[in-house]
């Protein structure tokens, strides 16, 4: 007979069961995808770009190409 496991071993062993065959990237990836997440990412991506001037980017890109 199978012993009964706690909610705690079954995500424990799915979580194993996901970095033996995924790896640990693809496991975190799969379990991404059932993450709603939280916010609006459209209007809050648009007030963060637009902080930026064209001129802000460009100076920033060729600091980092140095």
């Known amino acids: 007979m199978e012993k009964m496991m706690t909610?705690?071993?079954i995500r424990s062993a799915g979580?194993?069961?996901?970095?033996k065959s995924?790896?640990?990237t693809g496991m975190v990836?799969?379990?991404q995808q059932f993450d709603k997440g939280s916010g609006d990412y459209t209007r809050e991506r648009s007030e963060w770009?637009?902080?930026f001037t064209?001129?802000?980017?460009?100076?920033?890109?060729?600091q980092r190409r140095k």
């Open 22 to 24: 995924l790896g640990p």
């Open 15 to 19: 979580i194993e069961a996901l970095v």
């Open 7 to 9: 909610a705690n071993e």
């Open 54 to 62: 064209l001129e802000d980017i460009e100076r920033v890109i060729k």
């Open 29 to 31: 990836r799969f379990l």
């Open 49 to 51: 770009l637009n902080q």
